[in-house]
């Protein structure tokens, strides 16, 4: 297992086998979410693709429809 180090400017690297294995491009876009004392990071595809990758996550701290629309 590889260890990551967060720069100063809370950046990380992932590493090149672990970009390779799951075909991760430069620029490509990625959904960080938490999952309990992990960071997990989430390809973003097709639309389609990604319907129900959340199942399961918490909405906490979630605001409702009347915070966003002030």
């Known amino acids: ?3 990551l180090t967060v720069s100063s400017k ?3 690297v ?3 086998k672990l970009r390779e294995n799951m075909n991760i491009k430069s620029g490509q876009k990625l959904v960080p ?3 309990g004392n992990s960071i997990v990071l989430v390809k ?3 639309l389609k ?3 129900g990758f959340a199942k399961g ?3 906490a701290g979630v ?3 009347s915070e966003r629309f002030d």
Do not use: N
Request: aromatic share 8%; no cysteine; charged share 20%.
């Open 44 to 46: 973003i595809g097709p």
């Open 1 to 3: 297992m590889e260890t």
């Open 63 to 65: 605001r409702d429809h």
């Open 57 to 59: 996550m918490s909405t």
């Open 10 to 12: 809370f950046q990380i």
């Open 49 to 51: 693709g990604a319907f």
């Open 33 to 35: 979410m938490q999952k």
């Open 14 to 16: 992932i590493p090149k």
